[in-house]
């Protein structure tokens, strides 16, 4: 797996209330290394989600380096900031991460 021919892919699976009209099904794209792609990203930019990613993909560097398919089969699903409506906050947002070949636009799964 060359790192260089994959991007990781922050799929919103779900969004109320958001205040920045995140939208499910919008996109982050990342490089491996951790770039946010604004080019190939369909969702606003929002530093809450972002912020929250960020752990995950250093996670997703480390797994790379160690010859592993890089999103976790455990931790690959996570929500912005915000508290949420119902706790006080504006909305909330959830993400799911996915590698994606950058050629061929297909999904990379984990070897079972």
């Known amino acids: ?3 260089d021919d994959m991007e990781i892919v922050a799929e919103v699976t779900g ?3 958001c205040a920045n009209f995140i939208r499910k099904g919008e996109t982050f794209v990342f490089s491996t290394d951790g770039l946010l792609d604004t080019s190939a990203s369909t969702a606003p930019l929002c530093l809450g989600v972002i912020a929250k990613l960020q752990p995950a993909l250093l996670m997703a560097q480390d797994r790379l380096e ?19 409506i ?9 993400v799911k991460l996915r590698l994606r070949d950058k050629k061929t636009g297909a999904f990379v799964e984990p070897a079972a």
């Open 15 to 17: 969004a109320h209330h």
């Open 86 to 94: 119902d706790h006080g906050g504006t909305g909330k947002v959830f």
């Open 66 to 84: 160690a010859g592993l398919h890089p999103i976790s089969p455990r931790f690959n699903t996570f929500d912005c900031f915000d508290t949420g």
């Open 1 to 3: 797996m060359n790192k």
